[in-house]
C-alpha cells in the first residue's frame, strides 16, 4: 500500500508560491467556501463585463492569474517550464466556450492545430485539448444524439465539425501527440462519442492519439468502455481514455427529472467513486490496447492508481499511465506526485480574460458543490503558511 500521507506534504505542494500567491489562494478559496458569495459574485462578474466596466484588471489579479496560464500561449510559458521543472507537464487548454459561429469553431481548431505543433518539440507538452462544443454548435450535437432529423444546411454544418475534428486528429497524429476530447452533457455525448471512435479507428493504429473522456458519475460508462474495447481490438486500433468523474451533476439530474427519463447518473457519491475506480483497475488491466489519463482531485483515487500500478508492475514513469489535476487546484497531489516520478499534468486554461469567465465561473461553481475540496485547499494552504512562518 502506498503510505496514505504522500499528498500531505505541503513543502513539496507549494514549493513554486510565492508568499504572496500563498495568501491570494488562501483567500480565495476562502471566498469559494462561502456559496452565496459564489453566486453574488458570478452574477456580478458576468454583469460588469456585458457593459464592458473596465474590471479586467481586477479579474486578471485574483481569480484569473490563479486558475489559467495567461491570454495567450506565449503568456502560459514561463508557467509551462517553471513546472516542467518540477516534474510536471502541462495540457494548454484554450478554454473559450459557449460560441455559435462556423468562424468561431473554425479558429477554435485553428488554434488547436497551432498548439499541437507547438507542443511537437516540448517535452513539456506531451498533450493537446478541446472540447466537442469548441468546434460545433451543442443543438447540432443533440439533435444527431437523439436521432432527429437534419435539414440540408444543418448536414453541411455537420460535415464542418467532422472536418474539423479530422484536420486535428490529423495534426495530433503528424506531431505525436496526444489529444484529449473532453466530455460534456449526456444528451450530446453520443454523437462526440461516436465522432471520437471514427477518428480512433483512423488514428490510433499504432497507438493512442485521439483519447475520449469518460465521465463516471455515469452509470453506464463501463459497459460502454468494455463494448467499445471489444470494436477497438475487433479492427485492429487502441484506445485512449481520460476519466473524470463529471462536471455538469445537478443539469443532468434536473433535466432528467424534468423530461421523466432515468437520470443517467449514478446514485450516489460513493457508487460514483466506486465506478470510477472500476474503470481505472479495468483501463490497467488492458493497458496493452487502452492508455489512461486519471483526471481527478480525488486523493483516495490517486492513492489507488499508484497501489494498482505498484501491484501490477507498471513503472512510475510508464508513458501509458498519466495523472492529470486542474491548474490552481490540488498541488498536494499534482507537486507530490511528479516529486515521487510519476506522470502527471496540469490543465492550463488560457485565453482573453471575458472568454474565459464562463470556464472560470462553471469552476467556482463546481468548488462550491465538492463538499470538502475547498475546505481541503484551505487547511493545506494554512498548513503551509505556519510550515514557513516556522
Known sequence: MTSNSLFDNTETAFKLKSDSELERAYFLFKMISKEPLVKIGTAVTKFALNINLPVEGLIRSTVFDHFCGGVNEKDCMSTVDKLFDAGVASVLDFSVEGKEEDEQFDSTAEKVIELTKFAKNKEAMPFSVFKPTGFGRFKIWQ???????????????????????????????????????????????????????????????????????????????????????????????????????????EKENERAAEKGYKTPICESKKATDDNFNEIMKYIMDNLNDIELFIGTHNESSNYLAMDLMKEKGISRSDDRVWFGQLFGMSDHITFNLGAEGYNVAKYIPFGPVKDVMPYLIRRAEENTSVAGQTSRELTLLKKEKERRKL
Not at 467532422?162 to 473532453?182: F, P, T, W
Open 143 to 249: 439533435k444527431i444524439t437523439e436521432n432527429q432529423h437534419l435539414t440540408d444546411a444543418e448536414k453541411l454544418e455537420w460535415k464542418r465539425i467532422e472536418d474539423r475534428y479530422d484536420l486535428v486528429s490529423k495534426e495530433a497524429h503528424d506531431s505525436n501527440i496526444r489529444l484529449l476530447i473532453d466530455g460534456e452533457e449526456s444528451w450530446m455525448q453520443d454523437a462526440a462519442d461516436s465522432l471520437c471512435e471514427k477518428m480512433m479507428e483512423k488514428y490510433n493504429t499504432e497507438r493512442p492519439i485521439v483519447f475520449n473522456t469518460l465521465q463516471c458519475y455515469r452509470w453506464d460508462r463501463l459497459e460502454y468502455l468494455k463494448e467499445l474495447h471489444q470494436r477497438a481490438k475487433n479492427k485492429g486500433y487502441k484506445l485512449g481514455f481520460k476519466i473524470v468523474r463529471g462536471a455538469y451533476m
